[in-house]
């Protein structure tokens, strides 16, 4: 199930860079996403309203879950679709795949929970990767060295907001459910994308070639409402860190299929830096 969730998590930054050569703006892009969702976060929704409803929410509960919503599915999903208008798939993936250093971080800042000596071993590792990947210039990271590094710390908002969500979650699914949890997440990111879309926008969301509307479909089912579940309920069953450790399987299959899809090339330095990464995140896995 977590290992399912993950792949199919894996395939939203090659979907993301394909639809972008049809010149679709980002916001626009993760607006078609989340109306391609929405409907079945609705459906969802209405089937167990009734269940819901006889066990309501607390205060704290629904202030809770706004905040998951803005920071998990539509603060880090943004900074995710605008990262990747700069650095390519395989970068942004190992980038991303930061988020649990940026966990122990937030859990020790605001939950007291103190950093063993093994995790800041890890962070180290993990950070070391992300150097020796940004050293070779010739791969993964080749461009304008101001863009790649404008769209790295895009990207590194995005993982430091959806450690955000993570931590927020991890304290309220065993409370409310991983569904319920889930489906209220994103229907409140659904309704900020939305909004921001309106503000920012001038409604022009129909012109493209058919093929956004087939990509934003397919990254809405795929790499969006199907992980989403199939994540939650993997951490409530085998939790967070048997998760996390099966997540190293995430930068592998972007980076497989960017060379496949993307014609991203990959040099032996960066191949390197990727696997000192997916190291430093297993550490951590095993230390929790």
Not at 36 to 59: C, M, N, T, V
Not at 188 to 206: E, G, K, P, R
Not at 211 to 229: K, N, Q, R
Not at 269 to 284: D, E, M, N, Y
Request: with cysteine; charged share 10%.
């Amino acid at each position: 199930m977590a290992a399912l969730g993950v792949l199919l998590f894996s395939t939203k930054a090659v979907i993301i860079k394909l639809a972008y050569r049809y010149d679709i703006d980002s916001i626009s892009l993760l607006l078609l996403r989340m109306l391609f969702a929405l409907p079945f976060y609705l459906a969802i929704w209405g089937y167990h309203y009734k269940e819901w409803r006889q066990d309501p929410l607390s205060k704290k509960q629904v202030i809770t879950l706004i905040f998951l919503g803005l920071f998990g599915y539509y603060l880090a999903s943004y900074f995710d679709f605008q990262g990747l208008t700069y650095i390519t798939a395989s970068l942004e993936r190992l980038i991303l795949f930061t988020y649990p250093t940026f966990v122990l971080i937030l859990s020790a800042l605001f939950l007291k929970k103190k950093i063993t000596k093994t995790q800041l071993i890890s962070i180290g590792i993990t950070y070391t990767g992300i150097v020796v990947i940004f050293f070779d210039r010739d791969g993964i990271t080749a461009g304008d060295p101001q863009e790649v590094l404008f769209g790295s710390l895009l990207i590194v908002i995005s993982a430091i907001t959806y450690a955000a969500y993570l931590v927020g979650a991890n304290s309220l699914i065993e409370k409310v459910g991983s569904v319920r949890l889930t489906t209220f997440s994103l229907l409140i990111s659904c309704s900020a994308v939305i909004t921001h879309y309106l503000i920012t926008t001038d409604l022009q969301l129909f012109h493209y070639p058919k093929e956004v509307y087939l990509l934003s479909f397919v990254m809405a089912i795929f790499s969006t409402v199907i992980p989403s579940f199939l994540i939650n309920e993997a951490i409530k069953r085998i939790g967070a860190p048997s998760v996390s450790i099966i997540g190293s399987l995430g930068p592998v299959s972007t980076i497989l299929l960017s060379v496949a899809f993307l014609g991203e090339m990959l040099t032996f330095t960066q191949v390197i830096g990727a696997l000192i990464i997916i190291s430093g995140i297993f550490v951590i896995g095993r230390a929790k």
